[in-house]
């Protein structure tokens, strides 16, 4: 079993729906990461929260809207998205306090989330 | 910019057999790296990381991986490998900025 749970593990949804992306930790850590990963491909980071705040956002379209409303949480907002987002969206977590700082923690993945879009 | 280079997309190995899984880096500065493991249908697993002191790293599920400062190489290693070690592994490095993962490499263990 993962330290960091997602739900749903699988989401089915037209371009027109709005649906949302669940994290969940209870490790204490105060990063926390989303990932889009295609089949067979490494991971791309889409945003980086740290101390609840956002850090980090790889130039990801604005149907894509991350929200961490505690320190535990994470949730990935989607609406009007695209049949090339389909992907597992995976959630992960991390004792860094600063993405841009020197520091050496893993960070620990969920199992993610299996999206299509139709 | 930090890289990260997995030369094999594939590595196939029999079981009891020692396998090698190759990784090169490039960063500036000291170098954190880390091997994480992905099963089908899982997310990433973390195996073992090098952040100073000794260049044999010991990590999860017997792996150890040699880092190799001159070669900037962290190749990933297991003395008798097993078929349920099949899955996609990938090399990552940390530098000053964020996580950056190789392409990845499916180890295929055959019984």
């Known amino acids: 079993d993962t330290e960091v749970t997602q739900t749903p593990k699988h989401l089915v949804m037209g371009m027109t729906n709005k649906k949302s992306l669940k994290c969940e930790q209870h490790m204490g850590h105060r990063a926390m990461y989303w990932y889009k990963q295609k089949a067979k491909k490494p991971p791309e980071l889409m945003f980086v929260?740290?101390?609840?705040?956002?850090?980090i956002n790889e130039s990801v379209p604005s149907r894509f809207s991350p929200e961490c409303p505690n320190s535990s949480l994470l949730n990935l907002h989607l609406h009007a998205l695209q049949p090339e987002d389909s992907a597992l969206y995976l959630c992960?977590?991390?004792?860094?306090?600063?993405?841009?700082?020197?520091?050496?923690?893993?960070?620990?993945f969920g199992d993610g989330t299996r999206l299509s879009i139709l | 910019a930090q890289s990260v280079a997995q030369p094999e997309d594939q590595v196939n190995v029999a079981e009891g057999n020692p396998l090698t899984v190759k990784c090169t880096y490039s960063?500036?500065?000291?170098?954190?790296l880390f091997w994480y493991v992905q099963y089908p249908n899982r997310g990433l697993q973390f195996l073992l990381k090098y952040i100073t002191g000794d260049n044999l790293v010991k990590g999860s599920y017997g792996f150890e991986a040699e880092f190799n400062k001159s070669q900037t190489s962290f190749h990933l290693k297991k003395p008798s490998a097993l078929v349920s070690d099949s899955a996609l592994y990938f090399c990552?490095?940390?530098?000053?900025?964020?996580?950056?993962f190789g392409k990845g490499t499916m180890l295929l263990v055959s019984p």
């Open positions: 990552a490095v940390k530098g000053y900025s964020t996580l950056t």
């Open positions: 960063v500036s500065g000291n170098p954190y």
């Open positions: 929260y740290s101390y609840e705040k956002l850090s």
């Open positions: 992960a977590s991390s004792q860094d306090t600063s993405q841009g700082g020197d520091s050496n923690q893993p960070q620990h």
